[in-house]
């Protein structure tokens, strides 16, 4: 599975980005897919992962309630919506494939990956 992430770019404080992930060369509509992000000089962190139907999803504290998470499966696409972005978001954000249906907080229950897209929020 290759993953194309797009949808970055740089965003004042309180504003908001649409971020992409399109699948290709394989189907990931059988798994969950999720959005980590790693900020600079910090380690990668969950952000967000929807299950395979897309029923059913999970963010971390610090997103919750700004940002959304979703999927279209006939386009093989899951999306993040970023509204209120902070500062604190600034971060390269990447997309992944779960190994399982349902999805995970841990990395290690990711397999593929996408390239990333930098985000950057200015206060």
């Known amino acids: 599975v290759q993953l194309q992430a797009s949808g970055g770019g740089l965003v004042q404080a309180g504003g908001s980005l649409r971020l992409s992930c399109a699948a290709s060369?394989?189907?990931?509509?059988?798994?969950?897919m999720g959005w980590l992000r790693q900020a600079p000089g910090k380690e990668r962190e969950f952000v967000a992962t929807i299950n395979w139907r897309g029923g059913t999803t999970n963010y971390a504290d610090s997103v919750k309630g700004r940002f959304t998470i979703s999927r279209d499966n006939a386009k093989n696409t899951v999306f993040l919506q970023m509204n209120s972005l902070k500062p604190e978001d600034t971060a390269v954000y990447y997309c992944a494939v779960g190994r399982r249906a349902y999805g995970s907080s841990w990395s290690d229950e990711y397999t593929y990956w996408g390239q990333g897209t930098l985000v950057t929020v200015s206060s």
């Open positions: 060369g394989r189907t990931a509509s059988n798994n969950a």
